[in-house]
């Protein structure tokens, strides 16, 4: 993970690989919680769960924002259902270009206050990715450093069906290998029934591809100035 992947416009990161920002700086957070918290109906899902893991996979690691904002989320519904049947949370993400701890960590200072609650985690991340140690006795974190052909292999390999997908990734006409019907329909038997997926783009090949693979699509106002996303279930 030492490889520079990115390019600085001012405080904006863009990949280098594919010429497309990470996020936008303002409202990161906030459209991260939007479009995937939100989207997935996370907070009342945790609620209605009644396994003793909740399951959540992911197209595109990138900087970690999306895993620390659930796990944020995740603590907090810890904190308020100290009694509820769901105790873990397990997520699995895929990630072809690792972004170095410098690089992280910028990301990271760009678009979370030091005061705010997803300071302290995004630091405990890094030091899981970089020296191994303990994320947490109630999150597991798996990422698998392939290219995002490889991840429904590898997901098959857990025995697991995943509760909820972030389908996210560079844009669909810059990287569109990480919306393809064959990836959707791999995701769609990797998928528990009753799961949801939610995803920021709205784009017409990644909702006919969706639907293709099985699933319901529906579409929902974006966030933002965003006009669409697009959200559903198995």
């Not at 397990?90 to 990271?108: A, C, G, N, R, T």
């Not at 899981?128 to 974190?141: F, G, P, Y």
Request: proline share 3%; hydrophobic share 40%.
């Amino acid at each position: 993970m030492q490889k520079s992947t990115i390019i600085w416009d001012n405080n904006t990161a863009i990949s280098g690989y594919f010429d497309d920002v990470y996020f936008n700086t303002d409202g990161a957070v906030a459209e991260t919680t939007y479009v995937f918290i939100e989207g997935n109906e996370l907070n009342l899902r945790f609620l209605q769960h009644n396994h003793h893991t909740f399951i959540v996979g992911e197209t595109g690691f990138g900087s970690g924002l999306s895993f620390l904002v659930l796990w944020y989320h995740f603590l907090q519904f810890k904190k308020h259902n100290p009694d509820h049947p769901l105790k873990k949370l397990q997520f699995f993400s895929v990630e072809k270009y690792p972004l170095s701890m410098d690089e992280m960590k910028k990301i990271h200072n760009s678009v979370i206050a030091k005061d705010h609650p997803l300071a302290p985690l995004a630091k405990k991340l890094r030091e899981h990715l970089s020296q191994s140690t303990l994320l947490s006795q109630d999150v597991n974190l798996s990422v698998c450093y392939d290219d995002v052909a490889q991840f429904a292999t590898f997901l098959t390999k857990q025995h697991i069906l995943i509760d909820a997908w972030f389908f996210d990734g560079f844009s669909p006409a810059k990287n569109p290998d990480m919306w393809s019907e064959s990836l959707f329909k791999a995701c769609y038997k990797l998928t528990r029934s009753g799961g949801r997926f939610a995803t920021f783009t709205a784009a017409g090949f990644v909702r006919r591809n969706l639907l293709s693979a099985g699933f319901v699509v529906n579409k929902q106002k974006g966030f933002g100035v965003k006009r669409e996303m697009l959200i559903g279930y198995k």
